[in-house]
């Protein structure tokens, strides 16, 4: 029987190509994300912001997953805002931008307007990426003020609280 020569590189240089590096990558990285205590600050300063105005809200904060960290209800709002708030949290981590330039940019009129079907997709006011040192952390969502600029006031006075904290 004739011996077969194998057309792969002899151990040797397949060791001498992984121990330097050629083909060897990292298996793992690090990634930055919102604490739960930053997260709860966070909220209870919207909550406050609207309360102050006059307006009862849910306030959801997620880490840099879409996951939620913390979610207020004040006591008089209502029964949907607790999942608007997660769900407002959520689109504005997930586009990356604030859920009322979303809500332009995904009009009837505009190309990317199907994307607001999507499950969990709130184009109203009041989603906001958390960003520190570059990095996307976490978002903070509102529900329950009277219109999505003013829910937009009280998600901003939530990241103004731990601005501080972040890395900017």
């Not at 997260?39 to 809200?57: M, P, T, Y």
């Not at 996307?136 to 990241?159: K, T």
Request: glycine share 10%; net charge positive.
């Amino acid at each position: 029987m004739e011996k077969r020569r194998s057309n792969l590189p002899s151990w040797t240089l397949l060791c001498a190509l992984v121990s330097s590096g050629a083909v060897a990558q990292q298996a793992t990285h690090t990634l930055r994300s919102l604490t739960p205590e930053a997260a709860l600050r966070a909220a209870q300063a919207a909550l406050q912001s609207c309360a102050k105005s006059g307006f009862q809200v849910a306030v959801a904060v997620t880490d840099r997953g879409g996951h939620a960290l913390v979610m207020l209800r004040d006591r008089l709002a209502g029964p949907h805002t607790p999942e608007t708030a997660i769900n407002k949290a959520y689109t504005a981590l997930t586009f990356r931008m604030d859920t009322l330039a979303f809500a332009r940019a995904t009009q009837a009129t505009e190309a990317a307007s199907g994307i607001r079907h999507l499950p969990r997709v709130v184009a109203i006011g009041g989603g906001r990426p958390i960003d520190s040192a570059g990095s996307l952390v976490g978002a903070i969502g509102i529900s329950g003020a009277p219109g999505g600029e003013a829910d937009d006031a009280c998600a901003r006075a939530g990241i103004d609280a731990i601005r501080d904290d972040l890395d900017f």
